[in-house]
């Protein structure tokens, strides 16, 4: 019945010369079993043997066996995402494509777990990239990129396998937030020029231009504008459709200068001069305020921002600490110390440092820029400074570039590198633009800077391009709301393939 055995016996192989055949993979009994189905017709396949089976049918090229394993595997096999992996291996070599594609279909459909488990690292080449390839992943692209970081780590594949891969990820879906904090600054992308352009051409595609009619739109995905104000209506929308929105009013009123930072579809507003211990989070997505917990300490002019999935709130008037939350935390936590005082200065995240940038301290405007390491929790001075001292500093981060504008109307472009956890600043041009005193938010879009700015009046929207070094005349969808401007915050709606 089996040309694996009938080859062995009659030709003039050993075996056929001793009357002994070696099988060491095969327990005895399996092969008990394998001689009682195929000489008995009788069905012995279950859970505990049907691996052992099929690879002891697929040896001795036994089809009946190997027919009954199919057939019980196609009806009792569970998978999940911790043995979607290995089935999807294992029906590979055995040439079973219809289970082969059932286990493929579950990793693909649950990317979102499978991420999550050791397997992640244990993907070949191939294997990723087959994954990568396939236009219906059901999760969204900041989970993929994710993925990928973690096969990076623990891979440390060669340059062009690392281009490869990033070619077949989908760039201008990955939340900038998350590619700026987990991506741009990572050892394989700061030495790779290959990735990083193909970063900064993914990136450009979605960047706020002029359609049709004058209304302006952002490509491949929505992003809006929630410009930050006083009293309980603490947000208005700007969006990526060119029309402004309102906000529903916040449950309380954290009075002038709280500080605001997004954590995925999350807004969270901490201080105030009413309320300096205030947390407010605002879900973009349902439209819904509610409470968070109270800050350690009081905050008041201070800054944030967000890294590693967790939430900062930094320095001010009243308190030099640093404290930290996750969206999971019931409560602060107090996890560094400025040593002096940092009011409306502007916090920017490189990888997991945190860059605070300029404001006043003291009686002063300041050039200095402090180091926080999430890591480690210890705060520096780096020995860069910024090219002009600020009593008030605003910022957008793209990729490893910080646009900054000041109270003074200074523009600036600094550059920053991370280089084995050596934080260098460059800069790169300066330029004067007009001051909009301390009522402005500003973000950088497709190579010019819009400000958002307004004293007690409706918010009103300016450009400046930073390659001509001057200001745009485009006339931006009026306000109809009159008060005064605090910042701004960009949301990214993260979207899965289809």
């Known amino acids: 019945m089996s040309s694996y055995f009938r080859a062995m016996l009659t030709s003039d192989m050993r075996e056929s010369r001793t009357g002994v055949l070696n099988l060491p993979t095969v327990s005895v009994s399996v092969f008990q079993d394998v001689i009682k189905m195929s000489l008995c017709s009788v069905d012995l396949v279950n859970e505990d043997n049907c691996v052992n089976m099929l690879d002891a049918g697929e040896m001795m090229q036994l089809d009946d066996v190997k027919d ?19 089935w999807w291996r294992l029906m590979n070599r055995y040439n079973v494509p219809d289970l082969s594609n059932r286990a493929v279909s579950y990793l693909t459909k649950n990317l979102t777990d499978f991420i999550e488990t050791k397997n992640i690292v244990h993907l070949s080449k191939t294997e990723l990239l087959e994954i990568l390839s396939n236009d219906d992943l059901k999760c969204k692209e900041d989970v993929i990129m994710k993925g990928v970081m973690k096969w990076l780590e623990a891979n440390n594949p060669n340059a062009d396998d690392v281009k490869r891969i990033f070619e077949m990820t989908r760039m ?115 439209r819904e305020w509610e409470t968070g917990p109270h800050l350690e300490e009081q905050h008041f002019v201070h800054c944030m921002t967000t890294a590693n999935s967790k939430v900062y709130a930094i320095g001010g008037m009243y308190s030099n600490t640093i404290e930290e939350m996750s969206e999971s935390d ?20 490189v990888g997991r440092n945190i860059l605070v940038m300029g404001g006043l301290s003291g009686e002063s405007g300041s050039d200095v820029i402090q180091c926080f390491n999430t890591a480690t929790r ?8 910024l090219p002009y001292s600020s009593r008030c500093l ?83 969808p009026e306000s109809p709301r009159s008060d005064t401007v605090f910042g701004v915050l960009p949301v990214y709606y993260e979207a899965a393939r289809q």
């Not at 002096?340 to 916090?347: D, I, L, S, Y």
């Not at 793209?398 to 472009?413: A, K, P, Q």
């Not at 260098?424 to 330029?431: H, M, P």
Request: aromatic share 12%.
């Open 378 to 385: 210890c705060v520096s001075n780096l020995s860069s400074r």
């Open 330 to 349: 019931t409560r602060w936590q107090v996890v560094g110390d400025l040593n002096q005082k940092r009011e409306f200065a502007f916090a920017a995240t």
């Open 172 to 286: 201008d879906l990955v939340d900038p937030q998350f590619l700026i904090q987990n991506v741009v600054f990572s050892k394989f992308i700061s030495d790779n020029n290959c990735v990083q352009q193909i970063i900064k051409n993914a990136r450009r595609s979605e960047d706020l231009t002029t359609g049709c009619n004058s209304r302006y739109i952002f490509h491949n995905r929505r992003v809006d504008v929630f410009v930050l104000h006083w009293h309980t209506s603490l947000l208005s929308c700007f969006t990526s459709e060119g029309t402004w929105e309102d906000v529903p009013p916040a449950p309380v009123n954290p009075g002038a200068w709280y500080s605001a930072a997004r954590l995925g579809n999350k807004i969270y507003i901490t201080g105030g001069g009413c309320r300096r211990k205030c947390t407010l989070v605002y879900d973009v997505c349902r």
């Open 68 to 86: 009954l394993c199919h057939r019980y595997l196609k009806k009792s096999l569970v998978i999940n995402a911790d043995n979607c992996l290995h």
């Open 394 to 476: 605003r910022g957008s981060v793209h990729l490893s570039d910080i646009y900054l504008l000041d109270n003074y109307g200074n523009v600036m472009n600094v550059q920053v590198t991370d280089s084995d956890g050596e934080i260098k600043i460059q800069v790169k041009s300066t330029a004067k633009w007009k001051s909009f005193a301390y009522w402005f938010g500003v973000l950088w879009q497709n190579g010019s800077l819009l400000s958002f700015s307004g004293w007690d009046s409706n918010c009103e929207i300016t450009r400046y391009n930073l390659a001509e070094r001057k200001e745009q005349h485009i006339t931006f």
